[in-house]
């Protein structure tokens, strides 16, 4: 594109200059008249940042930006095209970068969430532009129906619109729709970022981000900077909250404090006229410095004990009344006094009230009024004061006198707002948002309790009942820690997230925490900033408020991240549902990295956990809530049981057991599964759960039919999602930044697992705010206590799983007992309601100290006495049935749905009535609680037992009633004491029953309820409401999604238009639930037709919204005729199209494309007119207007459009066979010519071969090397798969060999390619010389190796022959013993590579070789070779260490499993245990010889893929490993599976190769060895010595190990004083093994368990066993000649008997080391010492059993009576009784008899069973006495020498 800008003249020098500034904006201007604003744009983003910096110092940024705003795009591919996209990336880029401290108010998290959504929005709109506008057609999609295409949504592009919230479209017209929606987002965007860019407070980071001095500070500032670590993430930064304000110019000491009335009247004078409120300012600044003289400071009250009141002359009309009351300093230290301000009233206005409240408030004590009258003058004899000091008052103030003022005229008004009016401070901020006109939302001021919550600096837990200020609390404890931060800006912003189950109550914090910020940021506006925003309310003044659907504004915010790990700084403090929370959380785990404990999840619990994390993420709709619970399961539950069960207990506390205990308790997460058994369910304290006692049988029988239903619709519940979250978290870290500060409120209603996820997503374990009320626990599936809540938190930190940082302090908990809602008379029956949970059912709530309330008040009524049983409080409604209701402020609550509608039908429309649950979170000045107690599960004896139990002093009656029957009382008193707490400021009981009688009676005997006459009429006691009262109370509702009591609020405010507008959403809400399909258009036509009233009553603005609501119900109605008609209203014409084609009137698109085609964008055109030559074309019939004015244009069109097939057939119809065949080709009809070439092959010859050639070059295309070919050729999408079902049925023996054979290898392939005829293809090619196609086949073959974890080991070593010649075929290609080389055609169809002009070639994209981010065209001979020999090498060693990875965890290379040994049967943990599990008769010779073949063919492979590719650096960890496993093979850990008398050379395959490799690893891995002086590692080096020494002495060799050994680098010290050559374990461990004198062992063995840490038990084991059969020739059983006859010993201990002499000490310091080993094992120590398998107990016990078996020969075979005895105390037998001499006397002798048989006893029955017969007797031939067999189990071994036994025992290699 040529540039439009002369860029030079945009030079860092030139605009530097005022005259190059000058003549820059000159030039910008000019160019800015006659182009267009896109091209203008578009060169200033040339260069980085110069747009930024001059649109911020241009002359006239507005005409830049309505420019910039005029040239935004109509249309969204036009949208896409534009220089909007580069524009909005660099804003967004731009101030995404800057300090989150450089912003206003709430603008930093609007610039992080709008930076993702520009970052996300271009990919969603491209996919939603080819559904909408069906630029992705393929040939399928032309061949169908337009009306039949349904809109089919890959998982990646899902991803892509899940991520910037928008629902999956489900076709063409709803994704015109949505584009529509988002090109209004990002026109808000770019009005919101050039609203950014125009203000000055971003003009020098414009000019330093474009002339590159960004963050240069002078010398002093960067040495201030410097001395303040900014802190790393991995930090929280520590802040204490602080809400302190800058002082005030011109205003004195005195805080002023004004009332809620104040600052209305305040605001209300500034908006009618400014002088006057100047004045009052005037008045209020005197009052600030301490001026209280004259008409300033004149007492309003009569009685001289009240506390004063005081009146301020403004001017002769206009009265200032305030008091000196006592406030908080901004540090919450100390009392201050303060002038507090009720109001602006004129002289008429100044009543009795103000006597009343001086009285009223005197009711706080003395020292509160002593504080207020209290005056310390500033200078002595001056008229000014200044404000004394107290200590801070730590109790609560409240007054028992009710607010009730009672006029002369008998008429009683409530002046509570005079004493809970919050009070905010006077300040900067205040006093500018009076300049500005806007209502300002500041801090107002705290209690003491409250003030040290927002300042305490750990972590704390906050309780208290209903309206006590939870809330309050906690959002100025986070905009304390923001306003802290803001004045810190070293330091990195704190990540704080709040977080709730509700989202009502969410959305409200956020805007409450959002109006604070906005508020306060207003203290650092100008004033040329605040007359610019006063203009821009008063131009919105008059607008009256728009009504937006509510669900959308609660769950709806541009660029909210789908993943926590998304989230940036720019987005806290964040605000969400524990809902969203837990998705985004879901949203950042990939289920296929889960591990557990370093090994893979068990393949069910995986399964579960990826079928949960992935319903999470992307199918809300099977989300189980308590709604969908009620509508499809609780029915089911009804009919199957039919017990009591579904009568007295409802749905509500069914639900809430299964999930907040059966499966979201602490006791539950720790179980399999996260379930509790059903024992375990039963079991649980009836104290802590006492809702079920008496029913937990039938109530886990229910839950077992929920579950079982639940897994029938595939549906998950809120339980299921945590435990799959905390699941997969225990196993893989959180990714994201943790957060530093965590709120959360109305905690209660999360389940208990729910918290640990919370803890977990925070860093700062002082950084925890929990509060709620577990007396409102009523919410589905909670079942929640604060003391269970401390209690895990504390176990989960302490645990350290979790890598949870644990508190150095101990939370605090914070008790709120004032209520600031609700009066005393409301509250304190509410508390004697919490009394009796507390008392009865302590482990179920809380217990705090008494609530009470700010102020008095009336006692709640109760109704009863009416007589009528049809319809009890008939008389009492029966006078609001003539124009009587109920006021806007006055509610109905009722139990259910029924309950309400029987109310209505019976008397009409007379009060606003809602049910117990949509109540919460909503509250009333009058609550009339309906049939509570008559419409209750819980019988009369239960509420009975109450009244008995409070009256009886036998404790056995209070301790029963906690108890079944009675225990779903304590939910009915939670549900009870929720639906008080709703009241302000009356409260009614209307209940008859006789259920209702004990507590009724109860309260009355307390005298906290009023009786109500009987007779009594309803009309007394209700209120008459304003106009104003009931749009506000319809509002309120409208927000609450009430929309059907929000219709009657408006209808009573005289609203229609308010009235319409929530009958129309409350109208579409009834069609969204209903069910039956005719019903549910019925409903949603009635729904579309309110809208269409709506739009004719609404504003301007609002009229387009309207229609397009209406449209939408219309087209859900069916009706789209009258859809097409509303979206032609909105000029939707793209909607109005897409409603005519499901109507089928495609006339009328023509007539659109015929009268609107400028109205339309030029790519929807062309859909509109694609939809009218299908629907013409395929229906053989003409438009009513022409659509072509030619046949060639025709057929132009038909070929740019892909309607090949018309085009096609037209062609043939012409006779042009092969150019319709070509054609077909050219289209991608692949299937279509090969039939077209087919069916004229008989005529045409060539025409079979040409049909062959398309396939094969097809399937050569697509099936390459390295491909997953059986995916491809199945896929009935791919051009494979398609063209080789065309030659299906093709005699192959008609074909060319080369051609049969391949076409043969595809079909084959293609139904498996694991088949037995792959391999021999390949064979079959190898042996043709055809190595490519082979080395193709083969790899085809074990594209996807085998799951061998069962495999027998005969198995196993037929797989390895196979796997091995493939091994050697990539060895071979690697290293150039069989060339593949891209001249030969083979090669280069196998690989993809194409040939190209002068002998080069290139690489085709998706194949083996193809690079990416690297050049793949223009190769040559030697780079393709080059190419290719890297890849075959990356390729072996993948394979092949695949394969290995496979050989670790195969059954076929595992040993026996000890606790199958131990107790003959198989291991508990069989699902999860690696080793074999075979009988005891099956462990013979030959499996053990089968288990060493397969160890040392898998070395000789490994080894072959190493010379091959390389001694990379993780080939001596495979080397040392391969070893470890042939070790472990050999000399197996448990004596029956074989030894090494048992190694048969002849049966093992190659033996000599695989010995030849092993020799030399072995080399390799003792060179590797190094021993340093950490006793874990010098004892790893050791047993790694122990194991190639007895390795190299099996496998034989050359290799000189013992002087290798003898090195200094090999030296491992005894550290004791000891010569140099005999301070060496290294040299004794291998000198006892490989030399035939064990005594250097001794000392060795002793070294290792002295010293030693984490060693390998079967080794040392096996090493003491080793020095043990050394000391066979000593031993000298029989006394003759021979010292080795009578000998009873294993074969291995005599595979080389000629062994020299050992003394008796050394023989002794054995059994020493071997007495200590015991004790180790024997201790339950062994874990201190020895790195154990998993099964541990097993393995020891094993290992026990083998030495006892040492032992047990080892005494049998030894004469010496002091060894005997050694050998017997180690054994734990009986004493040994030997006399001082030790002399062999005939007792000595019976003894040692004795001792042996029990020796032969135990060696047999520890051998029973066993396959192998380890156990030899030797006898010498010449033995001069008969000798006879020691047992028939144990065979004789006769002998002559020494050489004989050598001869007899040992077999010798085959090589």
């Known amino acids: 594109m040529v540039a439009t800008l002369d860029l030079d003249k945009f030079s860092v020098h030139k605009l530097q200059t005022e005259g190059g500034l000058y003549g820059a904006f000159e030039h910008l201007n000019n160019k800015l008249a006659d182009s267009h604003i896109g091209n203008v744009v578009s060169d200033l983003l040339e260069k980085p940042n110069l747009f930024v910096y001059v649109f911020s110092v241009s002359p006239n940024p507005p005409s830049i930006r309505n420019k910039i705003l005029g040239g935004f795009p109509v249309d969204s591919q036009t949208l896409q095209q534009s220089f909007i996209p580069t524009l909005l990336s660099t804003l967004s880029t731009f101030f995404f970068n800057l300090p989150s401290d450089t912003f206003h108010g709430d603008e930093s998290r609007t610039v992080g969430r709008y930076e993702r959504y520009v970052a996300d929005v271009w990919p969603a709109m491209a996919i939603l532009s080819s559904i909408a506008f069906g630029t992705a057609t393929s040939r399928s999609s032309t061949n169908t129906s337009f009306k039949a295409r349904k809109t089919i949504i890959s998982v990646h592009d899902a991803t892509i619109l899940r991520k910037i919230n928008i629902p999956l479209p489900s076709d063409s017209h709803i994704a015109m729709q949505t584009l529509g929606d988002i090109m209004t987002i990002i026109l808000q965007i770019l009005k919101f970022y050039l609203g950014l860019l125009s203000d000055p ?479 375990t369910y039963v079991n649980l304290s009836t104290r802590t759960y006492p809702a079920f006692a008496g029913n937990r049988h039938s109530l886990y029988s229910a839950f077992e039919l929920y579950s079982k239903l639940k897994g029938e619709r595939y549906d998950y519940d809120m339980a299921d999602r945590t435990y799959a979250i905390l699941k997969a978290l225990s196993c893989n870290p959180l990714k994201g930044q943790p957060v530093d500060y965590l709120y959360v409120d109305e905690v209660q209603d999360n389940l208990i697992i729910d918290t640990i996820l919370l803890r977990i997503l925070c860093r700062n374990a002082d950084g925890l705010f929990w509060a709620g009320d577990t007396a409102q626990t009523i919410s589905a599936g909670s079942s929640f206590r604060f003391a269970d809540l401390r209690a895990l938190i504390h176990r989960t930190e302490a645990a350290g ?258 009235l319409g507008i929530a009958q129309a959403y409350g109208l579409r809400e009834v069609a969204a639930s209903t069910v039956r399909t005719g019903e549910r258009q019925k409903a949603f036509f009635d729904a579309a037709e309110a809208f269409v009233q709506c739009a004719r009553e609404a504003l301007p603005s609002e009229e387009t919204r309207f229609h397009r609501e209406a449209a939408k119900c219309y087209a859900l109605a069916d009706k789209a005729h009258m859809a097409a008609k509303f979206y032609i209203a909105v000029d939707d014409f793209s909607g109005a199209a897409e409603q005519y084609r499901k109507a089928g009137r495609f006339d009328e698109i023509a007539q659109i494309l015929n009268r609107h085609t400028e109205k339309l964008a030029a790519s929807h055109r062309n859909t509109l007119l694609h939809l009218c030559v299908v629907h013409y074309y395929r229906n053989r019939s003409r438009p009513p207007v022409p659509l072509f004015s030619s046949a060639v244009e025709e057929l132009e069109y038909l070929d740019d459009k892909g309607l090949h097939k018309e085009r096609i057939d037209l062609l043939k119809s012409l006779g042009r066979i092969l150019e319709a065949a070509e054609a077909q080709l050219g289209f991608g009809q692949l299937c279509d010519a090969i039939q077209t070439l087919l069916e004229h092959r008989d005529n045409q010859p060539d025409t079979m071969q040409r049909a062959v050639d398309i396939v094969l070059d097809t399937l050569w295309q697509e099936c390459s090397f390295g491909v997953p070919i059986q995916s491809i050729l199945r896929n009935k999408g791919s051009n494979a798969h398609k063209v080789l079902n065309c030659v299906q049925d093709i005699p192959l023996e008609r074909l060319k060999i080369s051609d049969s054979k391949q076409i043969r290898f595809f079909l084959v392939v293609q139904k498996s390619p694991f088949a037995e005829e792959v391999y021999r293809l390949g064979e079959e090619f190898s042996g043709r010389g055809d190595e490519a196609m082979a080395l193709m086949a083969f790899d085809v073959f074990f594209s996807e190796l085998p799951a061998l974890y069962s495999a027998s080991t005969s198995e196993f070593d037929t797989f390895l022959k196979r796997f091995e010649r493939y091994v050697r075929l990539l060895a071979s290609t690697v290293s150039d013993e069989i060339p593949l080389r891209a001249t030969d055609s083979r090669v280069r169809r196998v690989f993809g590579i194409l040939p190209s002009s002068d002998y080069h070639y290139s690489v085709s994209a998706g194949t083996f070789l193809h690079r990416k981010f690297t050049q793949n065209q223009h190769l040559t001979m030697t780079d393709i070779n080059l190419l290719m020999k890297g890849r075959l090498k990356a390729l072996l060693r993948q394979k092949v260490l695949e394969e290995n990875d496979i050989s670790c965890v195969s059954q076929a290379f595992s040993t026996q499993c000890p606790y199958s040994i131990m107790h003959g049967r198989s291991c508990s943990r069989m699902i999860h245990c690696y080793q074999q599990h075979e009988q005891k008769m099956s462990l013979d010779a030959a499996a053990y010889n089968a288990k060493v073949n397969v160890h040392l063919q898998q070395i000789r492979i490994l080894d072959l893929m190493f010379s091959a590719v390389g001694y990379h650096e993780d080939w001596h960890a495979s080397m040392t490993a391969g070893l470890h496993r042939l070790y472990a093979a050999l000399y197996r850990p448990i ?116 010293n030693g840490v984490c060693m390998d038990l079967s080794v040392v084991c096996h090493f003491a066993e080793e020095i043990c059969s ?88 030894v004469r010496d009576v002091g060894l005997s005895k050694t050998i017997a105390d180690i054994l734990l037998l009986p004493p040994f009784e030997v006399d001082r001499t030790r002399n062999e006397s005939p007792q000595i002798l019976r003894q040692l008899v004795n001792l042996r048989r029990q020796y032969l006893d135990t060696i047999l029955a520890l051998d029973s069973g066993s396959a192998i017969k380890d156990l030899i007797h030797l006898v010498h031939k010449n033995s001069r006495y008969l000798t006879r067999p020691i047992s028939p189990q144990i065979p004789q071994l006769v002998f002559e020498d020494v050489a004989d036994i050598s001869r007899q025992m040992n077999r010798a290699p085959v090589f």
């Open 801 to 1058: 799983n979790m890598a949870i940082q644990k508190s150095c302090a101990q939370p605090e908990v914070f008790k709120l007992p004032i209520n600031y809602r609700s009066h005393g008379g409301i509250v304190d029956c509410a508390q004697l309601v919490v009394k009796l949970i507390a008392d009865f059912w302590p482990d179920s709530i809380d217990v705090l100290e008494p609530e009470s309330a700010m102020l008095g008040g009336p006692r709640p009524v109760f109704f009863t006495g009416w007589q009528n049983d049809i319809f009890p409080h008939e008389s009492f409604f029966s006078s609001l049935k003539s124009n009587r209701e109920l006021g806007a402020e006055q509610c109905i609550l009722v139990r259910n749905d029924t309950v309400r509608e029987q109310i209505r039908k019976r008397f009409g429309d007379i009060a606003v009535i809602l049910t117990l649950e949509a109540s919460k979170g909503l509250e009333f000045d009058d609550v009339f609680l309906y049939n509570f107690f008559e419409d209750s599960a819980t019988t009369f004896s239960q509420w009975r037992s109450i009244l008995v139990a409070c009256s009886d002093k036998d404790v056995t009656v209070s301790r029963n009633i906690s108890r079944s029957p009675h225990s779903a009382l304590c939910t009915e008193l939670k549900n009870l004491y929720v639906g008080i707490t709703r009241a302000r400021k009356k409260l009614y009981f209307l209940d008859h029953s006789q259920s209702s009688e004990p507590m009724r009676e109860l309260w009355s005997k307390k005298g906290l309820i009023d009786i109500a006459p009987s007779g009594t009429n309803i009309c007394e006691y209700a209120e008459e409401s304003t106009l104003e009262q009931w749009a506000a109370s319809g509002n309120k509702l409208f927000n609450a999604c009430q929309f059907q009591e929000a219709v009657r609020c408006f209808e009573r405010a005289n609203l229609p238009r308010q």
């Open 201 to 679: 407070r971003f003009a020098d980071r414009c000019k330093d981000a474009y002339f590159g001095t960004s963050d240069k500070l002078d010398e002093d500032s960067e040495a201030e900077v410097a001395d303040v670590p900014l802190l790393s993430y991995s930090e929280a930064p520590h802040l204490e909250a602080t809400l302190a304000t800058a002082d005030i110019d011109l205003f004195g000491e005195w805080t002023i404090l004004m009332a809620s009335r104040a600052t209305k009247d305040l605001f209300q004078l500034r908006r009618h006229d400014a002088k006057m409120a100047e004045c009052v300012l005037k008045k209020i600044r005197q009052l600030s410095r301490g001026q209280f003289s004259g008409n300033n400071h004149k007492m309003l009250h009569g009685p001289s004990h009240g506390v004063p009141i005081y009146q301020a002359e403004i001017l002769s009309s206009l009265r200032l009344v305030y008091q000196i009351d006592c406030t908080l300093d901004d540090d919450g230290q100390a009392e201050r006094q303060a002038v507090k301000v009720y109001g602006i009233y004129s002289h008429k206005q100044l009543d009795h009230i103000w006597p009343w409240l001086s009285k009223l408030l005197n009711g706080r004590g003395k020292v509160y009024r002593q504080r207020c009258i209290l005056r310390e003058r500033g200078e002595p004899g001056s008229g000014v004061y200044r404000p004394a000091t107290f200590s801070p008052t730590m109790g609560e103030i409240t007054i028992d006198q009710s607010p009730i003022f009672v006029r002369e005229d008998g008429r009683n008004e409530d002046h509570s707002w005079l004493i809970s009016s919050k009070c905010v401070k006077l300040s900067k901020a205040y006093l500018n948002g009076l300049i500005a006109e806007r209502e300002v939302e500041l801090p107002f001021q705290l209690t003491t309790k409250e003030w040290q919550i927002v300042q305490w600096p750990t972590s704390c837990y906050v309780i208290g009942r209903s309206g006590t200020g939870k809330t309050t609390a906690m959002v100025f404890k986070m905009l304390g820690i923001q306003r802290a931060w803001e004045q810190v800006p070293s330091f990195r912003k704190p990540r704080q997230l709040f977080v709730t189950r509700f989202p009502v109550l969410a959305a409200k914090v956020e805007e409450f925490f959002t109006s604070l910020v906005e508020s306060l940021a207003l203290a650092g506006c100008t004033q040329d900033e605040l007359r610019k925003l006063r203009s821009q309310i008063r131009s919105t003044a008059q607008q009256p408020p728009q009504m937006i659907d509510p669900l959308n504004a609660l769950s709806y915010r541009p660029g909210t991240p789908q993943k926590y790990s998304e989230l940036s700084d720019h987005d806290f403090p964040f605000f969400i549902t524990f809902d969203q929370l837990a998705r985004m959380v879901a949203a950042d785990i990939h289920i296929g990295d889960l591990k557990e404990f370093g090994r893979p999840i068990a393949s069910k619990e995986y399964n579960r956990l990826q079928f949960i994390l992935d319903k999470v993420i992307n199918d809300e709709s099977s989300f189980v809530t308590y709604a969908a619970f009620r509508t499809h399961y609780w029915p089911r539950l009804c009919d199957a049981s039919r017990s009591p069960l579904a009568q007295n207990f409802g749905p509500w506390l069914i639900f809430g057991e299964f999930m907040g205990v059966i499966k979201g308790s602490e006791t539950a997460f720790h179980s399999p599964n996260g379930t509790l058994d059903r024992q």
């Open 1670 to 1757: 050394r000391f066979v020739s000593s031993l000298h059983p029989s006394g003759d000649f021979s010292p080795l006859h009578n000998l009873l010993v294993p074969r291995r201990w005599i595979m080389d008997p000629d062994r020299p002499a050992v003394r008796k000490d050394t023989i002794q310091h054995f059994l020493y080391c071997v007495r200590r080993l015991m004790n180790i094992l024997r201790s339950g120590r062994a874990h201190t010492k020895f790195d154990l398998p998993t099964n541990r107990e097993s393995f020891v016990d094993v290992i026990l059993a083998r030495i006892c078996r040492m032992l047990c020969i080892l005494g049998y075979n």
């Open 1535 to 1650: 004596y029956i599976e074989g030894s090494i008398a048992d190694l048969d050379w002849n049966t093992l395959r190659n033996a000599a190769g695989c010995i030849s490799v092993a020799r030399k690893w072995i080399q390799k891995a003792m060179e590797h060895l190094k021993p340093t002086d950490e006793p874990n590692i010098y004892s790893n080096y050791l047993t790694n010595i122990i194991r190639v020494a007895c390795l190299h002495t099996t496998l034989g060799g050359d290799y000189a190990l013992r002087e290798y050994i003898s090195h200094d680098s090999c030296r491992v010290s005894y550290g004791e004083q000891l010569s140099a050559e005999d301070d060496n374990v290294s040299t004794d461990v291998v000198a006892s093994l490989i030399g035939s004198d064990p005594t250097p062992g001794v000392p060795a063995l002793r070294f290792l368990l002295q």
